[in-house]
């Protein structure tokens, strides 16, 4: 696929955090890409740089974190790496949307939603009338009933679920070309959990948009996302198209979190398991595969020197010798 049909190609991240106990390498050499109106999932533990990734699409890092020479973050054939202040400011207001874990983080508890989305329109010279419309569209897109009279009541005034709609409705008013999804589901009981995601599922065939979605939960990625990445340590593991990644997984830390339960794809509840032992530090990498230490198929090359990306098929790769050797 030609660099163009990718709204967003990450090529070569390496971030790190200065910290006092030494450099914490926080991604290393990732390298991902969001085709156009495709749903891209990004999986992995917690700890594994699913934030770090976002935060740097954005460029919202913590002021101790180092971007590595080489990274680059190629959004609609920009690079984000080198954009200047307004740049960003029109990148993370009009070109990128975000919907958070919780909503209440996102909406202003004493402004009414209606001003708070009109507010996102700022820089359309169309009438206040027009865009109250808009607003009111919007909102009943997202399943808000009632939604003219709405427009004038506060965040309290509505459900969670209803909040992360209105989140939703919010992060689409300005036709983003890319949605980022942080785990917008996780602060939501299971029945809300299913309708948001069905609520996404329509919304992307009537915008045409792309979309990042960050999840601990298999079986949402599962049925919501056109594609995989699982994330480990860092480092991406395994990528491919989500039936594929699913019935063929080839890494054994993606095998592990799947194998933990056998209902896992039709299930939509669905956390991470547990695996035994922990993500190693950060600071002092192990010199060979990074699931070295957790691996129980570890053989002689694992320990020598890190895997390569290598292809299970065209669309499909795993970082692991196991698929090297064909074994
Ligand atoms: N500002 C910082 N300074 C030092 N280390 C940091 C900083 N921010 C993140 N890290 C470390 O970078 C690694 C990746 O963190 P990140 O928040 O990206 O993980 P995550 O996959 O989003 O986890 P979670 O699922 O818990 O949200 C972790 O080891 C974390 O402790
Ligand atoms: S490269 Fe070796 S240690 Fe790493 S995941 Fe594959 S088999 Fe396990
Ligand atoms: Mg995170």
Redesign the pocket.
């Known amino acids: 696929m030609s660099g163009n049909e990718h709204v967003l190609d990450v090529r070569d991240l390496s971030v790190s ?3 006092a106990r030494g450099k ?1 390498r ?2 290393r050499h990732v390298d991902i890409n969001v085709p156009r109106n495709k749903i891209v999932g990004i999986v ?12 740097t699409v954005l460029r919202l ?2 002021p ?2 180092v971007i590595e020479d080489g990274s680059e973050v190629i959004f609609q054939g920009d690079d984000v790496l080198k954009m200047s202040n307004s740049q960003l400011t029109d990148l993370r207001g009009q070109r990128i949307s975000m919907v958070f874990q919780d909503p209440m983080t996102a909406l202003n508890p004493v402004i009414s939603i209606g001003t708070q989305m009109t507010d996102i329109l700022y820089r359309q010279k169309i009438p206040m009338a027009q865009k109250r419309k808009r607003a009111a569209d919007m909102l009943a897109q997202v399943g808000i009933p009632d939604a003219v009279r709405r427009l004038d009541d506060h965040p309290h005034q509505f459900s969670g679920g209803m909040r992360q709609r209105i989140c939703i409705a919010m992060a689409l008013m300005m036709n983003p070309s890319l949605l980022i999804a ?2 917008p589901t996780t602060a939501l009981d299971v029945t809300l959990e299913a309708q948001i995601i069905h609520l996404m599922k329509e919304l992307r065939e009537e915008f045409e948009c792309s979309m990042l979605f ?1 999840s ?1 939960n298999l079986g949402l990625i599962a049925e919501l996302c056109d594609e995989v990445i699982v ?1 480990y340590a ?1 480092e991406v593991v395994e990528q491919g198209e989500v039936h594929d990644l699913f019935h063929r997984a080839q890494h054994p830390y993606t095998r592990m979190l799947l194998e933990c339960d056998p209902a896992r794809i039709e299930e939509t509840r669905q956390e991470l398991p547990t695996i035994s032992g922990s ?1 190693p530090d ?1 600071i002092d990498l192990p010199k060979g595969c990074i699931f070295s230490p957790r691996c129980p198929h570890r053989y002689e090359p694992c320990n020598e020197s890190p895997p390569d990306h290598y292809a299970v098929s065209d669309q499909h790769s795993a970082r692991c010798f196991l698929v090297r050797d064909g074994r």
């Open positions: 955090f200065r910290t914490v926080a991604l992995g533990e917690s700890g594994c740089g699913k934030s770090t990734l976002i935060n890092l913590a101790n974190a942080d785990e960050v601990h994330m860092g993500v950060l």
